[in-house]
T-cell receptor, first 106, second 116 residues
Framework: QKEVEQNSGPLSVPEGAIASLNCTYS??????FFWYRQYSGKSPELIMS????GDKEDGRFTAQLNKASQYVSLLIRDSQPSDSATYLC??????FGQGTELSVKP | EAGVVQSPRYKIIEKKQPVAFWCNPISGHNTLYWYRQNLGQGPELLIRYENEEAVDDSQLPKDRFSAERLKGVDSTLKIQPAELGDSAVYLCASSLALNSGGETQYFGPGTRLLVL
């Protein structure tokens, strides 16, 4: 089993829709969880961090964490073409998933 | 404030040649990371420094890769000799100390290495 698994992409959504990105992890000891956004040809940048079970909202982004299920997700509301990028899940500071490519169509 | 600086941005070499990458972290950041990112994959940690000390280098292929962080600031990552499979983007990142709330890693632009 991979340490981190993300839903395979590319994920395509129309502008204004909700994009849902999922991630499962194997290390039950993970305490901190991060979502990074990486535009093509650029470096990752942190967009969300979550530490407790439940939801955390920041603007159009909502991170959801369920430690019992070893599952973390990122919802992007009112998706914009500028959200088109690869989203990396990181359960812990040093491990990254393979990323899910999101494409938002105008 | 300047971000993480890396050089060179691009490097093309022939296999068996040596190559070196340089990183200057954000001022005041004790922790420095080197990652390798293959196409379509997430970054893979190669080595992490806390000040001058390499505290996590379990994923560094020590037969051909070496790294140093003299004086706890700049760092260099070297590959000698390079192999075709080393073609990737090499990312440097820095943060405050992990055990001092250094949750946010700031990445440099990366060095794109192509080994022919």
């Amino acid at each position: 089993q991979k340490e981190v698994e993300q839903n395979s992409g590319p994920l395509s959504v129309p502008e204004g829709a909700i994009a849902s990105l999922n991630c499962t992890y194997s290390d039950r000891g993970s305490q901190s969880f991060f979502w990074y956004r990486q535009y093509s040809g650029k470096s990752p940048e942190l967009i969300m961090s979550i530490y407790s079970n439940g939801d955390k909202e920041d603007g159009r982004f909502t991170a959801q964490l369920n430690k019992a299920s070893q599952y973390v997700s990122l919802l992007i509301r009112d998706s914009q073409p500028s959200d088109s990028a690869t989203y990396l899940c990181a359960p812990g500071k040093l491990i990254f998933g393979q990323g899910t490519e999101l494409s938002v169509k105008p | 404030e300047a971000g993480v600086v890396q050089s060179p941005r691009y490097k093309i070499i022939e296999k068996k040649q040596p190559v070196a990458f340089w990183c200057n972290p954000i001022s005041g950041h004790n922790t420095l990371y080197w990652y390798r990112q293959n196409l379509g994959q997430g970054p893979e940690l190669l080595i992490r420094y806390e000040n001058e000390e390499a505290v996590d280098d379990s994923q560094l292929p020590k037969d051909r890769f070496s790294a140093e962080r003299l004086k706890g600031v700049d760092s260099t990552l070297k590959i000698q000799p390079a192999e075709l499979g080393d073609s990737a983007v090499y990312l440097c990142a820095s943060s405050l100390a992990l055990n001092s709330g250094g949750e946010t890693q700031y990445f440099g632009p990366g060095t794109r290495l192509l080994v022919l």
